[in-house]
């Protein structure tokens, strides 16, 4: 993004959350690399012995979790990846090996929010050999009849003109930050305005509703429903209130994982840890750090 773009679209935003945000760019060019006719762009960052993915929603990019990544870059590498409009998780997942083989990473620890969880939940099935922990944030595994109902909100998706979605996509944080300070919620605005007109092209959005689809039309093949017995290598973290999945489905989550590290706040939607910070901090580095 151009210079002058930059402090346009932040001049609302006070000076040092817009500032915070310029610097993180500054220090964290994107790397690119090239696979299946596609660019594949992302972070790398950080230091020290262990490695972790950052797998963002449906809207992110490589540095969405920006305030995260700084915070885990200090004492963990870390490799935050934009997403690509490949035509399967399968197809994102032989990408994201790639990256970790290009970095020299044998293990990784993967941590997945919303649409990233549900890639990590695939990985660690597909892929258990590059895995070593994993953070399912702000998801479940829905029901048949709630999975119908996913399927077809994401094709309705895919095929509104993109000035619609983005309208969609503001309004719905105007909602959720109603109750933040200013400075967060015209922050949190014109960061939204920024990744839907500046980062993201319709075809890469649309992109992620096809994948929404394929983890939903291609469960059976992706095992999302078997268990895996990984006792002290996963934790899931949950909000009661979640709108985007309801309480059986984040149940049935947490069945898939016995052993599981389970920490479910009483309140935070779907941003779970926007409204829960220092205790969902607390127990996301008492976990990679144990």
Avoid: C
């Amino acid at each position: 993004m151009k210079e002058i773009a930059f402090y346009e679209v932040y001049q609302h935003v006070p000076a040092e959350r817009r500032e915070r945000l310029r610097s993180f760019r500054l220090r964290h060019p994107y790397h690119r690399m090239t696979l299946g006719g596609l660019e594949w762009g992302y972070i790398a960052s950080g230091s020290g012995r262990d490695a972790v993915m950052m797998l963002g929603g449906a809207t992110s990019t490589a540095e969405s979790s920006f305030e995260l990544i700084s915070a885990l870059e200090q004492e963990f590498r870390v490799i935050s990846p934009t997403y690509p409009p490949v035509a399967s998780v399968d197809l994102l997942i032989e990408g994201f090996v790639a990256m970790l083989d290009m970095a020299g990473i044998d293990q990784v620890h993967l941590y997945g929010h919303s649409l990233g969880a549900g890639i990590a939940h695939v990985f660690v099935r597909s892929r258990p050999d590059r895995v070593n922990k994993i953070v399912l944030s702000s998801f479940g595994l829905p029901s048949r009849k709630a999975a119908q109902k996913s399927r077809r909100r994401s094709r309705l998706f895919e095929i509104l003109p993109y000035g619609t979605l983005k309208r969609h996509y503001l309004r719905d944080v105007r909602r959720s930050y109603a109750d933040a300070d200013d400075g967060e919620a015209a922050f949190m605005a014109a960061y939204t305005y920024d990744r839907l007109e500046l980062q993201h092209t319709p075809a890469a959005l649309r992109g992620r509703y096809r994948l929404m689809r394929d983890l939903i039309d291609n469960a059976d093949a992706y095992r999302v429903g078997e268990p895996v017995e990984r006792p002290g290598q996963v934790l899931i973290l949950q909000a009661e209130d979640d709108g985007d999945f309801a309480p059986d489905a984040q149940v049935a989550l947490r069945d898939a994982y016995p052993g599981a590290t389970v920490k479910v706040f009483p309140a935070g939607g779907h941003d779970v840890r926007r409204h829960n910070r220092e205790a969902y901090d607390d127990s996301l580095f008492d976990f990679l750090r144990g």
